[in-house]
């Protein structure tokens, strides 16, 4: 069962401040280090922040920066002085309640993203807030809890014959941003599984509780979208940055990525249609059965009721009734009673109500 | 509950007629006024709106006047001669019945906006239409009621480190309209809250009462739209001013609002999303109430009006019935009703009717 | 109640054929003329056309020609050969199921206009086309009836402080559209009241009678609309026209009427959003008494039909009935009976049915 | 009742083979020929197509061909030929299946439009696919039949004073789609008529009928919207045409055109909101028919359900039974019952239930 | 029946990572080849690819390569190697669950396309990507499955007075896009033949399967959606591509698939109102035939409850009761209850309820 946690909020607070809103998802702040070029590769676990500056200074290496978890602000703040970020990005990486948006600080490009985890055996989504800020030659990349998400990247990166090594930050931060989007398509896949196995027993049989399902699906398109529209603007944006940053080689990469967005989206959209039709058939469902039910009474009822009025009129106590003195009063009267029931019963099949 | 007052009009009057339409909210108009660059600031309370003069004319210093109260016409129809504003301008800030809008009138920027303040112990929520007018060094913010919103600004404001001192009127014009921001985020957080606890009871048990409160709701969302959708429109287009008014550095700023806004908006348009689909579930409810209140009906009639028939049977005076003189004959027919009865109770109770 | 009249049309006709096209609605035609300038006024009502001739030479006077009345045919023929008016922009005057639209015919402006007029005492609203062709220093306005909507501006004309006597006729010109549209806001304000009422009602009680008033309601919000959205139009068109007949000082109130056009607007749509959704509370009302009705059945024959059962029981012919002949077998079964019914009718009471 | 016969179909042949493809409409291919300048007019009937190619040759001279039927592949390949039309022209022409388009292929502008006729007798509507084929000084339009719906317009060639002879071709191709916009008026007045019949109708008395009248409205409405929406984009397209065939006086007609086609597009959307509305009122009639069924059953079994049980109880056997020897024990019981029926009675014509 | 199957997908592999998605549909790989000019004309189907090698270096001829089966991924990259095509590409090509694009590689332009095929026998649609490149004189086709709906055009090619053999290979690719687009018209014929008399069906008569139906065509509805929107936009996109690759002539023929493409869309849209609209038809139909059965009940109930009422009255034992020994009283009884019975039932048929 699939939840999204609430988000705690900041407001009245000065832009610029600097507060982590969010749960506290880690214990401890984890810095990885990735230096690489074509050639070699230097890969390292950091204590403090300020080891990551010798590297910084190296002419003509890539500079990959991973920071695990959001709760020392004062690391934040290091890497904010180290690399001359403007404060309103600081801020928005640590309010982890953001919208998916790309924003060109000319220096650098700041991205942020929601990365949505399947969890299978808590059958539950975490979503999880990705900063992605990069510039000429560095990369540095923000998330809320240390899932490892982008080890099959750091793996490919160990290989010197792969498109990451040969390419600049700007097609790693690409592979970063297609590393989200592919949960999304895990995520969807997930969705349309169980809606379409729900739609096959909703077609058989319904319960109160279908409305629920129904209902609890819709509000997670409604958060799916709420994810997915600004990417769609995100990755546009980043196609028309005129900077140096994003190479003309690596655009191609972006038109790839966005129509994969929109495939996303479109598929979002579309379960949307479905699951509000899966309304319709729940309450057509209703109105069958009730019209199963009325069935079943007006049958008996009509059966019975008029027997039970001839049985009536044989109860009274007129002095006067032949017929109660015939010999084959009684029989003739539970004869009658016999035809008329099952006359009626027949006239019932016939219409298809019993 | 939330309730939103209607406001008076005016019609037929000549364009640019000063008469202040809305209730009459303050006693006395207060204006307060700070002076302050980035080295000092001086705060003072106005008796009289002359008093503002002389602090007008100092070069480099920012000039923030802020107006509680709009019952004076007088003192408005001063502001406009001393700052030189167009009669529109002061129509628009008297009338509060406006739309969130931006104008620019190249010598200064005007800006109309719906300040919403939450009164929880009232549970009421109280639109305040906030003007803003500001040119290259002076800004005046008028409010229809003495609610100090600002006052956090304003202890900012003393603080020297603070981005607001160092920055010109344009920063502080934005921190106004994005305290008026802010206040919306609460706004939705206590209508997310509200309407997801009303939602989990509607799907426990609904009563008559449920689609009143959904068309309240209803009713909030559309009020709340209205509001924040010129709000879009109304920021984007400052961030397209080509006047000195609006420093670049600001417009960075700019861009982190817009994107509030379209979070805001976005969340509106996810519950009146769920709204409407809440309507859907309390009409199955309904079907559901009637299939139960059907089968409790079905149930009793299907056992009991066969076995009536039964008794009516054996209630004839017919002369000529021989069961009525066996001796087990009562105690026959009593067991026959009883399995009967049992038979027809144990075929809903597979069928779940019981 | 509101009732919008249908109209006649014309088809098959040449273009630029002159044929009135709506009923007659006045006895004679009318035509008042008004030349003023910032100095001096002169207002005539005139018998024919051709005395405002000499009226239209005078060089540095602004010229205000009122028609009312649109069966004389040769009246709009002469003032369009007068002014060296398009054929096509006659046509439109007379054929009064136009669409509001402004067309720029270089040598003037064209607009059509529907002016909503509510008549108070028959509950009725009258649409009234109005057509205004304004040159460099002439402005003509036609109407189908004799609704004096513009007195107060001729009233305000005469006042030689008014900005009317300052500016030139295309500031004449946005006053009469704001007049226009400052009736929209009356007839909205009057919907709004009455639907405002009606709902309230609907929450307490419906009848058959209610989807009809809602139908109505909905049937007018498209009619508003279909005269409201083209205004959009028509106002952003006069804000682009490139010519001088428009001066930059008239552009900002044009501004001014923009606003409150998408104010009526959005009005209009979201009591249409109210209208459809009052449509689910009906709905669901008719559900709830529905329910409510078979309750009472239910109640009613679940009670009952057992005990009539009992007492059939008793009433049974059968010799051998021990009970019968008992002392107090008739006040037992009695005392049974009432005891099962209060059973009953306490198990409904607390599930609330009763 | 409108009908919309079914086309035929054209998949899998090349581009450019010509086909005919729909019914056979005229038994005659029958080609009508004008040539006329601003002072004389000829009118002539022609055999073969070939008889045509002198009169092209008159330079000054305006020319008008109209082809009724298609039938006959050879004409339209010979004119093909004749005015050098691209075969892709041709196949469109022919295919009567085409969604409405213009298309600027330099030399001349090719247009395809639906005619809709309103044939009152058989209540039906036929749609005739006219194309229109216009260069610098011919016209060529071709209908699938007969109907002469541009007759009126030959009548009025004929006139000297008549604009049409004034004009070029582009002012009579503007006519003959003026005459084509001028027949959708009609139609929709038709329906107009109908539809508001109808509604007046339903709000009355619903049956099961009402729903299929609802959905055929619906379908036709649709049909219409599709011949619609095209046509918006085939005039503006119409408008921007840079080329010298269409000259600027003509475009100020088209803009007339324009609105009048978007005059049509608004009224068919509103008639399918009010449709759509009406579906709410069919189903509310339905829910309001079972609300008085149901209340007819309540109130007999209400009423006679608890008298039946009175009676039940003194047609006890019981011995013991005392009120059975009193001597008014018969009238008291029947009082009783009259009493109680009259009481129940009441009670629900207070609710108005009767 | 119409069953879209479901797709594999590729998450997390390195972007260019060739892999083929989808199921194994051919059990070779096919490549057939056509070499072709204005003059002359080769067809061959190679075993390997490099035969094809001789045939791309001669200049001046057109080069058609058509590979059926993607599962051997060394044939196509060896393709891409010769044909120097972009990794992306390639990865498009052999991942089947792409959505229709078009891109610009400057040296080529690639196309995926989604081909539906109605398999009439099974009544199944097999939904087949192909992908089509085209550079300056050649083309090369992939597909799926051996499904030959390109053998018209092959033949068309063979014959040398076609267009196809005067043009170059973006009017073969034309033709190969206007035959994808040709299938979609035959699968929306018979869409909507088979919706057509569906909705004659439920017009008479509806069963619980009804809404299931109509859930599967709106499914199927909005696969043909997903395939057709992004249509739209890859011919556009075409159309406005600024290299040689696309000539000028070809492009009039591009604007007439755009055309038809919208035709198509405009259908599914128009096919998609009148499935909801069905809807609304059904649960119609059970409210009708809840009102039917209750219709019987309410009759049968309302004639006999009272009748046996009355039986039950002259059941009752008391002593006293004068009608029981009157001479006429049981016949008079038995014509007042046939007289009641009667009278009910003349107001039920007055009611139109029998």
Same mark, same amino acid.
């Given at each position: 069962m699939v939840t999204f946690r609430k988000r705690g909020s900041k407001v009245g607070l000065e832009p610029g401040t600097l507060v982590h809103i969010?749960?506290?998802?880690?214990?401890?702040?984890?810095?990885?280090?990735?230096?690489?070029?074509?050639?070699?590769i230097v890969e390292k676990e950091l204590d403090s922040i300020d080891e990551c500056i010798p590297f910084n200074d190296q002419p003509?290496?890539?500079?990959?920066?991973?920071?695990d978890g959001l709760d020392k602000i004062e690391v934040i703040e290091k890497i904010g002085s180290c690399f001359n970020i403007h404060p309103l990005t600081l801020e928005?990486?640590?309010?982890?309640?953001?919208?998916?948006?790309?924003?060109?600080?000319?220096?650098?490009?700041?991205?942020?993203?929601?990365?949505?985890i399947l969890d299978k055996e808590k059958d539950e989504i975490i979503i999880d807030q990705i900063s992605i800020i990069f510039?000429?030659?560095?990369?540095?990349?923000?998330?809320?809890?240390?899932?490892?998400?982008?080890?099959?990247?750091?793996?490919?990166l160990k290989n010197p014959a792969s498109h990451l090594r040969k390419n600049g930050v700007d097609y790693?931060?690409?592979?970063?941003?297609?590393?989200?989007?592919?949960n999304y398509f895990l995520i969807l896949e997930h969705f349309g599984d169980e809606i379409e196995e729900f739609e096959d027993q909703l077609l058989?049989? !319904?319960?109160?509780?279908? #409305?629920?399902?129904?209902?609890?699906?819709?509000?997670?398109? @409604?958060? =799916? /979208?709420?994810?997915?529209?600004?990417?769609?603007?995100?990755? !546009?944006?980043?196609?028309? #940055?005129?900077?140096?940053?994003?190479?003309?080689?690596?655009? @191609?990469? =972006? /038109?790839?990525?966005?129509d994969h967005t929109?495939?996303?989206?479109?598929?979002?959209?579309?379960?949307?249609d479905i699951l509000s039709s899966m309304v319709d058939i729940y309450l057509s469902s209703l109105s069958n059965k009730m019209n199963d039910i009325m069935k079943v009474l007006t049958?008996?009822?009509?059966?019975?009721?008029?027997?039970?009025?001839?049985?009536?009129?044989?109860?009274?106590?007129?002095?006067?009734?032949?017929?109660?003195?015939?010999?084959?009063?009684?029989?003739?009267?539970?004869?009658?009673m016999a035809l008329l029931g099952t006359t009626m019963f027949a006239y019932f099949k016939k219409k298809k109500w019993v």
């Open positions: 969010g749960e506290k998802k880690v214990e401890k702040v984890k810095i990885k280090i990735v230096v690489y070029d074509s050639e070699k003509g290496t890539n500079f990959w920066l991973n920071v928005d990486i640590l309010n982890t309640g953001q919208r998916p948006k790309m924003e060109d600080y000319e220096s650098y490009v700041y991205t942020v993203l929601k990365m949505m510039g000429c030659n560095y990369i540095i990349s923000f998330q809320e809890r240390e899932v490892d998400v982008f080890s099959p990247l750091r793996e490919r790693l931060a690409y592979c970063l941003i297609d590393a989200v989007i592919d058989i049989r !319904s319960s109160p509780e279908t #409305i629920k399902v129904i209902q609890r699906y819709r509000r997670d398109m @409604i958060t =799916l /979208r709420k994810s997915l529209w600004p990417l769609r603007e995100l990755i !546009s944006g980043m196609q028309r #940055i005129e900077s140096e940053i994003i190479k003309d080689t690596t655009r @191609i990469y =972006l /038109r790839d990525i966005y929109i495939q996303v989206i479109d598929s979002v959209e579309d379960y949307r049958v008996i009822a009509t059966i019975f009721i008029p027997l039970t009025f001839v049985a009536g009129v044989y109860g009274m106590n007129f002095e006067n009734m032949p017929e109660l003195h015939w010999r084959w009063g009684y029989p003739t009267v539970m004869l009658f």
